[in-house]
């Protein structure tokens, strides 16, 4: 199995460190989807995955969920976490086994998650529904010094329930100078572009892994589709993510970081536990 390139206690110092350096946008990759983010003193957490849930909950099938890569941090060490999202309901983004242990490490955290998915979201947490903070497509929600834009997402079609708000979405942030945009599961679909360009994207975090109906699950962009997307919405940097977590549904980066080459894109490949930090001004084009 793999060892992340900080764990534990070096994370945990990496993150110690990084908080001196107010002056700068730090990104570590957790794994899977799951993203720690932090500006000026503030940290949010997309989608995190820190627990064995799924390696035990299908141990004995036909779709073992074999780790590939160690845990970065158990989720009760961040005691430090302001926000923490999801993009959908699949346990490697909703996670009870890290959400629940972050919240009783953070009492004031606030919990995002579509709109569409809030009762079960609170079912699986073990909440009051009213405990989530909820986002819906085309209405910004401001918590704290995050300004969060829901997107829709396809994983791999648009699902809506009978309210009309989609189950599966990406979050476009806006936080000092940056805009982030962290996709979730998703595939391209049409009018993806439109929902996107607007927002000048500084740095995208997409899946690279790619579809295969051997696999069981439902699909994503591919490396190469990745890079499209990107180079259609004018999004500065990419950071790869959903590969190196299970045996069963992963990729190498090859075919994303050739297609990176080929289209003069810029991005940013990282390792589990790996921080990266960018100043303003940084990769803009």
């Known amino acids: 199995m793999k060892k992340p390139a900080l764990q534990d206690e070096a994370f945990l110092a990496d993150v110690a460190a990084a908080r001196l350096e107010r002056d700068r946008l730090h990104i570590w990759w957790l794994g899977q989807s799951g993203f720690l983010v932090l500006w000026q003193d503030s940290f949010l957490l997309f989608d995190p995955y820190l627990s064995d849930s799924l390696t035990q909950k299908y141990a004995r099938t036909n779709i073992p969920h074999v780790r590939l890569t160690e845990r970065v941090i158990a989720p009760e060490k961040l005691d430090f976490v302001s926000i923490v999202s999801s993009s959908h309901n699949h346990t490697d983004h909703l996670d009870g086994e890290t959400i629940r242990p972050l919240l009783t490490a953070n009492p004031n955290l606030t919990i995002l998650v579509p709109a569409a998915n809030r009762t079960f979201a609170a079912e699986r947490l073990q909440v009051a529904p ?77 899946p690279i892994n790619g579809r295969d109906p051997s696999r069981g699950v439902a699909g994503n962009l591919s490396g190469p589709e990745a890079v499209q997307l990107a180079q259609e919405c004018g999004i500065k940097e990419i950071i790869p993510c959903h590969f190196d ?23 940013h490949l990282l390792q589990n536990g790996e921080r990266w930090s960018l100043l303003p001004g940084d990769g803009k084009r």
């Open 130 to 206: 009213e405990r989530l903070t909820t986002v819906v497509c085309g209405q910004p929600q401001i918590i704290g010094q995050w300004r969060f834009h829901a997107v829709p997402a396809a994983h791999e079609e648009l699902a809506v329930d009978e309210n009309g708000n989609h189950r599966f979405i990406g979050l476009v942030v806006e936080v000092g100078p940056w805009t982030i945009y962290h996709s979730g599961d998703t595939v391209r679909y049409a009018g993806m572009v439109n929902w996107l360009k607007p927002f000048s994207i500084d740095v995208a975090m997409l």
């Open 245 to 267: 977590m299970f045996e069963f549904n992963t990729v190498t980066p090859d075919a994303f970081v050739a297609a990176t080459e080929r289209a003069g894109q810029a991005y």
